[in-house]
């Protein structure tokens, strides 16, 4: 079985720095996507990327950027220029890309809340 | 084009009831998937529906039931409630496997 593990519960960053968010995974799999959502105290879980496994290409979307380490299982998410918005808390996910076997079941790590000060 | 609708907002149950969450997929989207996610913890697979049908299911007591609707809507049904089940319920809809999208979630609380 899969599994994702973030091990900071809680980061904290000043507005316009950049901080940087960590995530392990185990799979045995050779494809898959990887993705981090964002939870605000809203409770809307919002897609902020995805990585597809096959691509060595980092992920870029605006201000954030992953850094993809197949070899490692690592996953961790960037975010340039934070802003006060960014606050809420981030969950790094794992899903297979077989989809005849998975059916697109995600699954989570146990989340790290961001907080932004300004 | 409305996103993911799920109902109610908030439930209050006590121990031993049962309970219905229900949940409207994103226009176009024919699969549902629900998800547990307990205070401060992240989202645990329950099940996932397509064709009406129970696809897969995650790690959870048979007190836990679903229903798809022709339309795609779904309803999650968990029976004789415990402490344990009071969690944020959330929907996920998608195209066949496909990304899938949430819904703001069902707060359940048992007491």
């Known amino acids: 079985a899969q599994t994702v593990t973030q091990s900071q519960p809680e980061m904290s960053v000043q507005e316009a720095e950049t901080v940087t968010l960590s995530c392990t995974y185990d799979?045995?799999?050779?494809?898959?996507?990887l993705f981090w959502y964002k939870q605000p105290p809203s409770r809307q879980m919002i897609l902020v990327i995805r990585q597809e496994a096959y691509k060595q290409q980092n992920a870029t979307e605006n201000r954030f950027s992953v850094n993809f380490q197949k070899a490692a299982k690592s996953f961790s998410l960037k975010i340039s220029d934070s802003q006060l918005g960014d606050a809420a808390m981030y969950f790094c996910a794992y899903r297979n890309s077989d989809v005849g076997t998975s059916y697109g079941k995600l699954t989570f790590g146990q989340g790290t809340i961001l907080t932004v000060h300004p | 084009d409305a996103g993911v609708t799920q109902s109610p907002t908030h439930l209050i149950k006590t121990r031993g009831q049962q309970v219905t969450l229900r949940c409207s997929p994103k226009s176009g989207h024919d699969t549902v998937s629900w998800y547990q996610q307990a205070l401060g913890q992240g989202p645990q697979f329950i099940f996932q529906y397509y064709e009406e049908e129970e696809r897969q299911r995650g790690n959870f007591p048979d007190r836990f039931s679903g229903h798809q609707f022709p339309n795609y809507s779904s309803e999650l049904n968990v029976n004789a409630l415990l402490l344990g089940d009071s969690a944020l319920y959330l929907c996920?809809?998608?195209?066949?496997?496909?990304?899938?999208?949430f819904g703001p979630g069902t707060r359940l609380t048992v007491l």
């Open positions: 996920a809809s998608s195209l066949g496997a496909w990304f899938q999208f």
């Open positions: 799979t045995s799999e050779s494809d898959y996507y």
